[in-house]
């Protein structure tokens, strides 16, 4: 099957994501009140097989069922044991030796009492071929929250059987060959059509690339007490509207635009002066109440044709065209006036921008943004931000990310949250890993999971949107974590309006941007309870 993207079918408004450290911490729990590994077995392969009958036609139907040697594996039996008593024409594969675990061997011997056809694929590799070829269903059973690493040699045809498969393939807790902690994928990891994931959502399935493998993603409860979930302490959660509608309400009557903050952006050059201009909009429609740009001389004309509602700040320049050390000190005593400062889009590259750039984190007075070229700049000196004394926010795409690393953006891709959270910790920095299903890391461990925007945001111009963003709400006074949850939720959702009404190739950051008042006035006027 081809992968597609991921969409979630849940019961809850709000998501918590769960470790597979935490899922054996319930299940330990479970058992301390009775509720034996076995029962809950059964339940799990009993829920799964419900979802499968209620998703699919099954009577009749053939059914391959590939079951591991260990807990997911005896899910796989129970499983295979529904089915039949729907009416399935059900195979069971084990795709190694015997189970190895006492539930799992419990679950194979209640299977084979029934007289299924079960085959060893080891043993008949070729058989198992053609089964797969001609299953209308496809059950992975086979290492669910288990898997980390690569897969080994003796696996790989198999998987590659998988995946060159026409009937719809379901996996149970998470696709085979990928990580659930991570995101991270192994060689030929199995695709699905529909995952359904026990407990609770696993971060491996909100994380790319593995995301890409889950299909429909459909989480359902195995009889653990709702309490021993929800006493399992996770700082792994998804954004959603409630929380982030809670942020915006009704404006005093009585305020006046410096109760909502000055934004102060440094940004654009010759060079990229729609930067400018598109971080500052969306500043403005993000409700800052003076909205301040910072640019060279000889852009300020430019870019003022398109922005009315903006104040200048004139930076003077150097003979070679870039910003003085007169620029540099007149930052500072912006700064000082501000309640929250962007630098970096559009700004370009050199030795004056880095100059430029250290200068504002080593002085800043207020919370920083910092983004593209900014981050750029610093990526040799990363350490620097140890010296701010204000929280920052770093807003990198994965090339940046990789620069900051010393890693290639295709490291970063294969374990996205890795980086986020290792560099957040590390510099004390609240990250924003751009890029689908982005991700918030924050310096204490908490990671968000933005599940909002598609693929037509792929273009220049909208990670300068969504800076711009964040930096109003930071000028507004959020708490910085706030301030870059919602600015990353919010721009998604626009970005989801804008795809929806001039398609994913066509839209750009100026639709978006369009799409924001009417956004904002939801929240400010709907109950989000």
């Known amino acids: 099957m081809a992968m597609a993207s991921m969409t979630l079918t849940v019961g809850r408004i709000t998501m918590v994501f769960l470790t597979s450290e935490n899922i054996k911490e319930i299940e330990s729990r479970a058992a301390e009140t009775g509720m034996t590994h076995l029962r809950l077995m059964e339940n799990a392969g009993s ?21 591991g040697k260990g807990n997911n594996g005896g899910d796989g039996f129970v499983i295979a044991r529904k089915l039949m008593d729907a009416g399935a024409i059900v195979t069971a594969i084990c795709v190694a030796d015997p189970p190895a675990t006492p539930d799992a061997t419990e679950m194979f011997q209640r299977l084979s009492a029934l007289k ?55 996996s149970i807790d998470m696709p085979s060959g990928a990580n659930c902690d991570t995101g991270e994928t192994a060689e030929s990891c199995i695709a699905a059509d529909l995952t359904v994931s026990f407990i609770a959502l696993k971060p491996g399935q909100a994380v790319y690339p593995a995301a890409a493998y889950c299909g429909e993603l459909i989480a359902v409860p195995i009889g653990v007490p709702q309490e021993l979930v929800e006493e399992v302490k996770s700082e792994m959660f998804s954004v959603e509207y409630p929380l982030i509608a809670h942020l915006f309400g009704t404006r005093d009557k009585q305020a006046h635009k410096g109760d909502f903050g000055k934004a102060l952006l440094v940004c654009g050059s010759r060079d990229m002066p729609g930067a400018a201009v598109i971080s500052a909009k969306a500043a403005v429609r993000s409700g800052a109440g003076i909205v301040r740009l910072a ?13 009315s509602e903006c104040v200048f700040l004139s930076l003077p320049e150097t ?26 889009c559009g700004l370009g590259q050199g030795e004056d921008v880095s100059r430029t750039v250290t200068h504002i984190i080593k002085n800043a007075e207020c919370p920083i ?59 004390g920095v609240i990250t924003v890993l751009k890029g689908a299903n982005t991700l918030i ?8 999971f933005n599940l909002t925007g598609n693929a037509g945001m792929a273009t220049a111009g909208t990670g300068d949107m969504l800076s711009g963003m964040i930096t109003a709400f930071l000028a507004q006074g959020f708490d910085p974590e706030y301030a870059a949850v919602a600015g990353v939720y919010l721009h998604g959702i626009a970005g989801d309006i804008a795809a929806s009404k001039y398609s994913q190739r066509a839209m750009t950051p100026e639709d978006m941007i369009g799409e924001l008042p009417e956004l904002y006035l939801k929240m400010e006027t709907s109950d989000s309870d």
């Open 369 to 427: 943004v910092v983004d593209a070229d900014g981050i750029n700049a610093i990526a040799g000196s990363i350490d620097i931000i140890g010296q701010c004394d204000v929280p920052v926010i770093i807003t990198p795409h994965p090339g940046e990310m990789a620069r900051l690393c010393g890693v290639t953006a295709e490291e970063i891709q294969r374990s996205r949250l890795k980086y986020a959270a290792e560099f957040a910790r590390r510099h």
């Open 441 to 448: 890391a924050l310096p204490q461990g908490r990671i968000y």
């Open 47 to 67: 829920a799964a097989a419900r979802i499968i009958r209620e998703r699919y036609e099954v009577s009749g139907k053939s059914i391959c069922v590939l079951c």
């Open 116 to 170: 299924p056809d079960i085959i060893f694929f080891d043993t008949s590799p070729e058989r198992v071929s053609i089964l797969l070829k001609t299953a209308d269903i496809i059950v992975d059973a086979i290492f669910g929250y288990g898997f980390s690493g690569e897969l080994k040699p003796s696996l790989l045809s198999l998987f590659k059987y998988v995946s060159a498969v026409s009937g719809t393939v379901v």
């Open 295 to 307: 640019v060279s001389d000889d852009l300020r004309a430019c870019v003022a044709a398109r922005l």
């Open 319 to 344: 003979g070679r065209g870039g910003l003085s050390e007169t620029a540099r000190e007149t930052l500072t005593k912006a700064m000082s006036e501000s309640t929250a400062c962007l630098v970096g």
